[in-house]
């Protein structure tokens, strides 16, 4: 039986698939991410993680499950779902991967040392609604990473927000960056990158970060 769809969801800053699901009560964000009400969106957010705010996502109905079982004895009942991970590529002041690393990670207020891959990888399992994290390493001190605050790479905010993140603008708010800091930032990108020099072409600068950040 299709589900019954019943509200609308307009996403806030730092909503993510998960994060959604988490609010509606759904173990699996596929349960709405896949519906067919939402296929407008997937095409035009093809990554479940990095929404904008303003963007709209259909929740269905929750359709109750009924299962048999005998009296008089206990049953295990396991929840199905998928976990959320917070994948994050540490560089050190040089642009070199941080590899395997150890990092103090916070979440929700529980801490764990993780450590990097060859890459400068951390994967980590957290809860699919947790706001930000800290991470702390000798190479890098302490960060606090907003988790699912990130903008699509093609929206001006998601640009800075990139562009912030690997040190070539001042901030990452558009109040902070006015038009020639920007333009700068992105010259040196393009520098970096071996890209045409100009400051304007942000459609390449735009695929070359999503190359680099994977989204």
Known sequence: MEPVVTVQHTCE????MPKIADEYGFSDYHTIWDLPDNAELR???PNPNVLAAGDRVVIPDKQDKQLTAA????HAFTLKGKATH?????LDFAG???RTAQVQLTVDGNTSTVTTDADGLLDQ???PGAPSATLTADAIGTLEVQIGHLDPVDQRSGLLGRLYNLGYVPGADEVEVDADALR????LFQADQ???IDGDDTAAVEAKLKEIYGC
Do not use: C, N, W, Y
């Not at 700068?184 to 010259?187: A, L, Q, Y």
């Open 13 to 16: 800053k730092g909503d993510s």
């Open 43 to 45: 095409q035009r957010r």
């Open 71 to 74: 009296t008089g004895q206990k």
């Open 86 to 90: 917070l994948r994050l590529k540490l």
């Open 96 to 98: 070199t991967p941080l």
């Open 125 to 127: 399992v957290v809860p």
């Open 184 to 187: 700068f930032g992105i010259e």
């Open 194 to 196: 071996k890209l045409a």
